[in-house]
Each structure stands twice: as C-alpha cells, then as structure tokens.
C-alpha cells in the first residue's frame, strides 16, 4: 500500500500550493495596521516607504501591495493521527497547504521535534534531579 511508509513516523512535511488571493494590499498581505479610521482618512494605506534625498531608492524587500498567495509553501512537522491502509488514507493533524482538492507532497518529517522531558508519555527520567528532588524534603541532620 502506500501508506505503509508512514508506519513508524509520527510527524510528516506537506508541500503544496497556498491559495491564491490576488492582488492583495499591506494590511492583508503584511498585517500592517493601518491608518486612523476616522475623519476622511484612509485607513488600509502604507504610508511612506523611504527617505528622499538619500538614499533616494526603495529597498529590495520591501513590503509592498501585491500578488499574494499561488505560492509554494512546506508546513513542517505535522503530528500523524491516524493510518488506514487499506483505505490508503493518512490522517493528519495541522495546517495543509492549498485549497480543497489540490495536489499536496507527503514526505517523513525532515528535522522531527526531539522529545522533552517532563512530557506526559515520556518515560525519561533524569536521576539528578529526582535525587536533588528526594534530598529537598529532607530536613539536614544535626552534627553533635
């Protein structure tokens, strides 16, 4: 099947293409906030972008109104949730790029997240500390 591959994994990359939302300007596109809302003002302009005589150019980079989306985007490190294979289904829990029906790229977590201590399900324990956490709620004996 072709799920199998999944079998031992618990975290998955999807690549896919984000959704496109077309000429956008800088508050949707780059969540600036905006201008006052009130008094003939308006409110979802950018404002300046640079200083005039020098350096007398806008920078690369800049972030500007624009075409935003329909591009090719990976969320990493999606938490696998369930496998069917005979279904050949991946259940997945997270963010997945791109609309409804669109053709994504699964691939095995490339840089999964490490297991911390102190997690509910993880068996590790650091014998330093239960030692040190042991000795605390002891009082110190007396030297006669």
């Avoid at 496109?20 to 006052?36: I, K, L, N, Q, Y």
């Avoid at 640079?50 to 935003?68: D, I, K, T």
């Avoid at 609309?99 to 201590?117: C, F, M, Q, T, Y």
Wanted: aromatic share 6%.
């Amino acid at each position: 099947m072709l799920v199998d591959i999944f079998d031992g994994e618990r975290f998955v990359d999807v690549e896919g293409k984000s959704k496109g939302r077309g000429f956008a300007g800088v508050v949707r596109r780059h969540g600036f906030g905006g201008g006052p809302k009130s008094h003939g003002h308006m409110f979802q302009v950018q404002g300046s972008i640079g200083a005039s005589s020098f350096p007398s150019r806008v920078f690369p980079g800049q972030r500007m109104p624009g075409h935003y989306g329909d591009a090719q985007t990976t969320v990493r490190n999606l938490r696998i949730r369930g496998i069917d294979a005979e279904e050949s289904l991946l259940l997945v829990e997270g963010a997945v790029p791109g609309a409804r029906d669109g053709v994504i790229l699964i691939s095995k977590a490339k840089n999964p997240p490490r297991e911390r201590r102190g997690f509910a399900g993880s068996g590790t324990v650091d014998p330093l500390k239960a030692s040190k956490k042991a000795s605390a709620g002891k009082a110190p004996a007396k030297k006669k």
